[in-house]
């Protein structure tokens, strides 16, 4: 089935790669099936130079044979499915998903609001992406260039907030899977969306408003954008953002996104953050904002703790021997790698996809999500040593740390560590303002030192800390490492694919 889809997706891109010589076979211009070729075309492209191309045409002529419009249509991912609910209620009556949550409902209805609109305007937002490319012709290209387009969607998108783990990026997943594939959508990590968005303004350089360009080429690519937790940390990203969004959804861009916080809370007390405070009303604008409202951690639902967090300083001989088991040889040597943008990152031991590091040189070191980014793609497996408790003293370092578990659980890579404390007990003396008011109702400054307490009061870390803890606890569960092996696999099966690809072509 697989091979039958990838011969039709070829056959259809080829199609319009030599402007749309090929014709769907007895059916409607637009009806949303995969083409087959007419006679006519099939002798124009019998007598093609390209190899390759007669090559999938003549597989996908016998493969189509043998399979009705139905299955060629899911084969090829031309149309979407039933929608997120009924997806939903699928596998919560398989037993994939606990049901029982009103709220995930509640939400679910939201986005299948959002699915049925989508589909209902899959045309005027351009969401498919071989019309798209037909329309995107030379001629347009110039004609957008010389006159500013402008061309709101019709469809409002979505701003989902709310309580860790309470199932949002699960539900977005979900609701993202559910539309076609041949749609032009892209479901990415915000903090990999704004690496992107840096490095495509860096290629920019010099133009007149490179975020407009870089808008227009995100907008090109996708229309529908669903970004994994919106989180704004830092200055850079705050002061560009509300200019980029109003590039792209001028452009036609459709965003879904998820997010602890509330819009209104987004970078709150940040740097130079009245600037900042116009992206919230140009969200607002465009996304219908919504709050799942559920309490319940779902990662504290899985198994209990599998993994290999030690608690105490003495695990750390312990912690270097599992890592040597892993990589399969005793004390192997430091590697330098290239993480992001030509920028290198020494690895004081890695081998076989995994790393050790002691604490400090991995978070009291100047690194972002762009250098743990980069990182897990060359590794699968962290070993770390020596996480300390955080307090005002280290702020910083528990902001990368933060950081750098996020960029972990979204690849689903493996962590080894020794800590000071537990999860919960790491962050103790990281509270919000109001926490810390709950504490001494005098609090006004950002810190606070109450004896031998080094409280820090910072709302952004403050609320961060909940994610973090929780996704260490589900980091630790049978589920999560057995979902990074299952990851691991694809990886690799994925490899000798396009491998054997290479050597056929
Ligand atoms: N109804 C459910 N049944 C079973 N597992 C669920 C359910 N909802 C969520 N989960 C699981 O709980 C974990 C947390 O869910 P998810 O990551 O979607 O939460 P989140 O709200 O995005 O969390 P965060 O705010 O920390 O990013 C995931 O492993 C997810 O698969």
Not at 55 to 68: D, E, I, K, M
Request: aromatic residues 8%.
């Amino acid at each position: 089935m697989r091979a039958l889809a990838r011969s039709l997706r070829q056959v259809r891109y080829l199609s319009q790669l030599r402007g749309g010589v090929l014709s769907l076979n007895g059916l409607g211009e637009n009806e949303k099936r995969p083409i087959l070729c007419n006679p006519a075309a099939c002798s124009l492209i019998k007598h093609s130079y390209d190899k390759e191309f007669r090559r999938y045409l003549n597989q996908s002529l016998v493969l189509w044979r043998a399979l009705s419009t139905t299955e060629a249509n899911e084969a090829t991912g031309a149309v979407g499915r039933a929608g997120p609910l009924l997806e939903y209620e699928r596998r919560t009556t398989s037993g994939e998903l606990v049901d029982g949550d009103s709220c995930q409902v509640d939400t679910l209805r939201v986005l299948q609001r959002l699915y049925e609109q989508l589909i209902e305007h899959e045309d005027s937002c351009q969401l498919d992406r071989y019309k798209a490319s037909e329309k995107n012709g030379r001629r347009r290209w110039l004609w957008s260039r010389l006159i500013p387009q402008s061309s709101y969607s019709p469809v409002k998108g979505l701003y989902l907030y709310g309580g860790v783990g309470t199932g949002k990026t699960m539900l977005m997943d979900l609701f993202y899977d559910q539309l076609p594939c041949n749609w032009r959508k892209k479901r990415i990590h915000f903090h990999d969306f704004m690496l992107s968005v840096h490095s495509r303004l860096q290629m920019h350089k010099g133009v007149a408003d490179p975020l407009e360009v870089v808008a227009g080429e995100i907008s090109d690519e996708s229309i529908l954008l669903c970004l994994d937790e919106f989180m704004v940390t830092d200055v850079a990203d705050a002061l560009i953002l509300n200019r980029l969004f109003q590039h792209l959804f001028s452009k036609g861009v459709v965003l879904v996104s998820t997010s602890n916080r509330a819009p209104d809370q987004l970078y709150e007390g940040g740097l130079q953050r009245d600037l900042f405070l116009p992206f919230i009303e140009t969200l607002k604008e465009r996304c219908v904002v919504h709050e799942i409202g559920s309490s319940t951690d779902y990662r504290t639902l899985g198994s209990a703790g599998q993994g290999f967090y030690f608690v105490g300083k003495v695990y750390s001989e312990l912690l270097k021997q599992k890592f040597y088991e892993l990589i399969g040889q005793e004390i192997p040597g430091p590697q330098v790698v290239e993480v992001v943008m030509g920028r290198q990152l020494q690895v004081p031991r890695g081998a076989n996809g995994c790393a050790y590091f002691p604490f400090e040189d991995l978070c009291d070191r100047p690194l972002g999500a762009a250098d743990y980014s980069g990182l897990f793609k060359k590794f699968h497996t962290l070993a770390m040593d020596g996480v300390p408790k955080f307090a005002l003293h280290n702020r910083t370092a528990a902001y990368r740390f933060v950081t750098l578990v996020d960029v972990m659980y979204e690849n689903r890579a493996r962590l080894l560590c020794t800590a000071e404390a537990s999860p919960v007990e790491l962050f103790e003396r990281i509270v919000t303002v109001a926490d810390a008011q709950k504490i001494s109702p005098r609090t006004s400054s950002r810190s606070q030192k109450r004896d031998d307490i080094d409280l820090c009061v910072d709302n952004v870390l403050g609320f961060a800390k909940d994610r973090t803890i929780s996704r260490l606890t589900e980091m630790n569960s049978k589920e999560y490492l057995e979902q990074h092996e299952a990851n691991l696999q694809d990886k690799a099966s994925q490899i000798v694919h396009e491998k054997s690809e290479a050597i056929q072509t």
